[in-house]
């Protein structure tokens, strides 16, 4: 995962819901390193649709995932941090699914960048 704040990144998450079908979320999120934990990077998310497209099952557009690496970076624990102390199933899918959407995206820069770097080398 990427090391200091950076640039807003938006990504489209489809999410499959067995009650809703498929949702087509575009989310914009950045990604922080918390200096004072090493290993925990935080992604704070927003999802980018007005009021009256909002899902009835989406109960805030607002959330921050985190992120904790152990020291070789091998795996990853995902924990999610929301304004709302209930949700429902579809709720959980969803940001279970955005969570493993940001990982993949950030993954993909990571590779991208180093790739340009042996390119250029």
């Not at 950076?6 to 999410?15: D, R």
């Not at 940001?95 to 042996?118: F, G």
Request: contains cysteine; aromatic residues 8%.
């Amino acid at each position: 995962m990427r090391g200091d704040k950076q640039m807003s990144e938006t990504i489209n998450v489809l999410v499959h819901l067995p009650d809703f079908g498929i949702i087509d979320l575009p989310i914009a999120y950045t990604l922080n390193t918390d200096h004072k934990r090493p290993g925990v990077s935080i992604a704070n998310c927003k999802i980018l649709l007005d009021d009256e497209n909002l899902p009835e099952w989406l109960f805030t557009t607002t959330f921050s995932i985190a992120y904790t690496s152990l020291a070789d970076g091998i795996a990853y624990m995902v924990s999610v941090s929301t304004d709302w102390q209930s949700t429902n199933r579809s709720h959980e899918t969803m940001l279970s699914i955005v969570s493993s959407y940001i990982k993949l995206n950030e993954d993909k820069m990571a590779l991208n960048r180093q790739m340009a770097h042996v390119e250029q080398a």
